[in-house]
């Protein structure tokens, strides 16, 4: 069977701001020495198991152009664009039925377009047993992810029996408090839920006609517009109409005979400033220092720095992103109130700073 | 007899770097609100003593545009273009040799062009103080200040017996270490060495004649040649044949009949980038905000905007400066350090960043 990737990248990242913009959100930047971009190496992993032609982008219409640019590999009509934000249940089902009408049937891998993976034999390995299992009649499959510590910022998933490679899901819980979350490590039977889903086209179809007819509705009637001239008018019709909900609460809460395959290839989500200096090399003293930079008894600062001279002098746990017009100086105890500030430029409608 | 100002404007300023630079030191920086520079502020404070046309400015010969630009009012010819750093003995010399040419005998209030004065009134009354003194046949007077903490970074005055509103000076003493600087404090008998300095010109001619002979020579021969066509030339030969000496070394440690006022006018030297919280009203929180800057959750930080926006979150004991070429952001504990970035820029030869 064919195996398609999905690749999810509408989102709009306000947490790496000021370098991801309303223009450019973070998985279409670099937060890596190497120069490629989130979305590039995303899809540059899958090559091992997915041909280019295979590589659905489903992206905001306003996107397009970076896809383009940063994919030219990437066939045009495999750029979906969707006309409004609807999450993922929405997303998902536009590129099932667009995927529908070339193939009679076909894996779909789902994937963040914005995540790290440190061991991408690992990764491949591990979604190739997910092909297996999804080929194999199992209903549903999700990667999770190991944990390594009690992370209070994702949902989890307690899985259940062994059936050969993949484990049956209990259930899905959304994000722990502290104790909770130190409780389902401790049990040793809780996955951090990644947001990676592998299944085949007629097995997703099937659970959103059950389980979200109205959506399932509406992607065939887009699927079926593909590729004809009326279909930018249906696809604005039909996805500006879908509520906006999660695959993770509209199905996979919901459907029976979910599995799982346990990952644990390095995979970081990125979510704030401090992956950077995750996933980059650091000095001696801790520091990541990208750009022209000077510094005299810094340590574990991390500084992006643009087309001007960055000193830091004497800095502790900071993290300095230049731009040519905005400058974040930001604690690393403080990453995720980059949004307050973007929440009050919004306010001031200072709109080209965000 | 006529009050004149002599005002030391040659300095560097390497300490309020990236704001302060080769090319525009910090006596023409504003460090305020107010847009007003360090030297208009210390010519303005002493309008209600000396006339504009008896205000003279020495400095290096790189800035004497700076100074015409921002002291449109004192008179071309008082502006005294150093060719070369000589540091306070020669320039004060030079100066001395000049007003030398046009008044038989006058007063000289010898200042910095880089300090601020809280108490304006207090300040006048000190120096009207000084000025009667010297007046009066005492042979030189320098302003001490009232030591409000063990400083170690400035030189001290002990000082002895009353004499009318003046004290005798026993000694100059170099800056202390801190058990010293303490021992100093505790006494009663110490001031801190303000680099201010009244006497009449035929005093310090006096004094240069006997402690400095090479130096008085020197300066007459320039002062000779003042407003004459060949001037330039003898200024280049002269200045630059003269060794570099300080004042309070050269003179006040070595002459008799030396006196000192103490001042207490909320002095402040201006010393560091962590002078600016001092200088200017801060919020609630302890910062000091200047431009175009959003905070959150920001404490005890320094702001000196440019023409970007700065976004500060919950950074503590900070200075963030933005200038168009260069950023720094620097720990409040290591404000001398930045004397380090600008060795290393040396170095490098990044002469347009220095």
């Known amino acids: 069977m064919n ?6 990248a509408g989102g709009r990242g306000e947490r790496f701001w000021p370098k991801s913009r309303n223009a450019s959100p973070k998985q279409f930047l670099s937060l890596t020495k190497d ?17 280019a ?11 397009t152009e970076l896809v383009r640019e940063q994919l030219p590999d990437i066939p045009e009509e495999n750029i979906l664009a969707e006309p409004c934000a609807r999450n993922t249940a929405p997303c998902i089902a536009f590129a099932a039925a667009v995927i529908g009408r070339k193939y009679e049937d076909a894996v779909m891998l789902v994937l963040p377009s914005d995540h790290l993976i440190g061991y991408e034999d690992i990764y491949i390995n591990t979604l190739k047993k997910a092909v297996r299992a999804a080929e194999n009649g199992k ?9 390594e510590y009690p992370e209070t910022g994702y949902g989890y ?25 130190k409780k389902y490590l401790a049990s040793g039977k809780y996955l951090w839920n990644s947001g990676m889903f592998v299944w085949k086209v007629s097995s997703i179809m099937a659970n959103l006609r059950e389980l979200m007819p109205d959506i399932y509705e509406g992607a065939l009637r887009i699927g079926e517009a593909f590729g004809t001239p009326g279909f930018t008018e249906v696809l604005a019709k039909e996805f500006s109409a879908f509520r906006s909900e999660s695959v993770d609460f509209g199905i996979m809460e919901k459907a029976d005979n979910i599995y799982t395959i346990p990952g644990s290839f390095g995979w970081d989500d990125v979510g704030s400033w401090l992956a950077v200096e995750r996933i980059n090399e650091t000095d001696d003293d801790h520091n990541f220092i990208n750009g022209d930079v000077v510094t005299v008894d810094t340590k574990r600062t991390t500084v992006c720095g643009g087309k001007r001279l960055v000193a830091a002098i004497g800095t502790r746990d900071l993290i300095i992103v230049d731009t040519d017009d905005v400058l974040l100086v930001c604690s690393k105890n403080n990453t995720q109130d980059v949004k307050k500030v973007i929440a009050q430029l919004k306010e001031q409608n200072r709109t080209e700073l965000i």
């Open 53 to 63: 032609e295979d590589v659905y982008i489903v992206t905001n219409a306003a996107y």
């Open 139 to 147: 209903n549903l499959v999700t990667i999770g992810i190991t944990p």
């Open 157 to 181: 998933i307690n899985f259940g029996a062994e059936k050969g490679d993949v484990y049956e899901v209990e259930r899905f819980v959304e994000k722990p408090d502290l104790p909770t979350a």
């Open 3 to 8: 195996i398609t990737a999905v690749i999810m």
């Open 35 to 51: 120069g490629e971009t989130m979305i590039q190496k995303t899809v540059k992993r899958l090559m091992p198991i997915v041909k």
